[in-house]
């Protein structure tokens, strides 16, 4: 409701108060020339507010949209990582197998090569044996051996 003076806006307000509160009940705001326009203001901005927040809401749920489809994409590479993990532990057992079946492969050939040269000299000492302390025995004459 517009009182055109502020002298009477400002009487309103001192002396008939129990009129202002009435008219706040039914939603009646009271208004002088000077209010009048920062009301128009206000409600100006109010209804610009109402534009915006439908412009909001509906730019928060794309933003939702997208937060959903990032959920998705994260689960989806965390997927991802957890199978490399997998796969790289697997891939690691298995080189440690083949590393251990090395291990025992050079531990065998190293094993024959030490038994192949025990062969060896073994051979040589009892060829030696055999060979050296034999006394070479002159052939008596009218033996066999003469020769």
């Known amino acids: 409701m517009f009182v055109p003076s502020e002298s009477l806006f400002a009487e309103l307000h001192e002396n008939f108060a129990d009129i202002v509160q009435k008219a706040n009940r039914a939603r009646v705001v009271i208004v002088s ?7 128009i203001q206000v409600i100006q901005s109010i209804l610009r507010m109402r534009k915006q927040a439908h412009v909001v809401q509906s730019e928060v749920r794309f933003l939702m949209e997208d937060v959903g489809r ?3 994409r994260v689960a ?8 490399t993990g997998e ?22 050939d190293l094993d024959e090569e ?5 062969s060896v000299a073994d051979v040589a000492d009892e060829t030696s044996e055999d060979v050296l302390p034999i006394p070479l025995k002159r052939a008596e004459p009218g ?3 003469a020769g």
């Open 33 to 39: 020339p000077s209010l009048l326009m920062l009301s």
């Open 70 to 72: 990032l959920e998705d």
């Open 87 to 108: 796969a790289i532990e697997q891939i690691l057992t298995s080189a440690g197998k083949i590393s251990r079946r090395s291990e025992r492969i050079d531990a065998l």
């Open 76 to 83: 989806k590479l965390q997927q991802r990582h957890r199978q």
């Open 143 to 145: 033996s066999a051996r």
């Open 114 to 118: 030490e038994e192949a040269r025990r």
